[in-house]
């Protein structure tokens, strides 16, 4: 009996040791060792790829996409559809992004995407305007009416073919934060119409700010919206 009350008080200190080692070792020395070598090796990766202003104030992630919005006149309206403030860069389309349209905060309100085929709503395998309501083939439409219109200047006109494809569709994510040359370059004149500067100043803008593949081969060339809004920003500031 004292043997066998010996031998449980034995293993029971023995497992109490070990669980006050292993706590110690892999909860409080590796997650110290990680996050240590994580903020000197990667220290903007490791705290959230950060964006700041001209001022030093955190303006949102580099991986996560945010909206540019006008204020909706009803707050408490669901129902009323958000309008773009045409005076910033727009990103993809895209149901999972944050409201934002000061560039100095968003909410982050889900992910995902629509699940949808790419020919949902195609009349014989092309979307057109007589796509029905609510498949994906009618918003890719609505999306690109809105973009040539939103985009068309006294003295520039978009035209149909020149409307890339990350203008009228969203990432799988929804939260991409970036959008290709092309679709930067489509809204230069825009942008720099509302903001009364020189449209060779906005193509420099967008210039400084496009990212090529990386490592010369992997990815596309691409240019992050919140960045390019950011340094606009500090622009229409000078």
């Known amino acids: ?14 497992g109490l040791r070990a669980l006050l080692v292993l706590t110690v070792v892999c909860g409080v020395l590796y997650p110290l060792a ?33 909206t540019y919005n006008l204020p909706k006149k009803d707050p408490n309206d669901p129902e009323e559809a958000a309008k773009p403030d045409l005076k910033w860069f727009q990103p993809r389309p895209s149901n999972g992004l944050g409201a934002n349209s000061v560039n100095t905060q968003y909410s982050l309100l889900l992910s995902g995407a629509t699940n949808r085929s790419a020919d949902n709503g195609a009349v014989n395998g092309k979307c057109t305007e007589a796509a029905e309501e609510g498949t994906l083939c009618a918003q890719v439409v609505a999306a690109k009416e809105a973009v040539i219109a939103d985009n068309s200047t006294a003295s520039y006109k978009v035209r149909p073919q020149d409307v890339p494809a990350d203008a009228v569709t969203s990432s799988g994510s929804g939260l991409d934060p970036n959008i290709s040359p092309e679709y930067a370059e489509l809204q230069v004149r825009r942008v720099a119409e509302r903001n009364k500067l020189d449209v060779k100043q906005v ?8 990212t090529g593949r990386t490592l010369g081969f992997m990815g596309e060339p691409r240019v992050n919206v919140l960045e390019l809004n950011t340094a606009l920003k500090a622009l229409t500031k000078s």
């Open 1 to 14: 009996m004292n043997n066998s009350v010996g031998n449980t008080a034995r293993l029971l200190g023995a």
């Open 203 to 210: 193509e420099k803008l967008v210039g400084d700010h496009t």
């Open 34 to 66: 990680v996050t240590g070598i994580a903020q000197a090796l990667f220290n903007d990766k490791a705290n959230g790829s950060e964006i700041k202003d001209k001022s030093g104030n955190v303006v949102g992630s580099s991986l996560i996409g945010q």
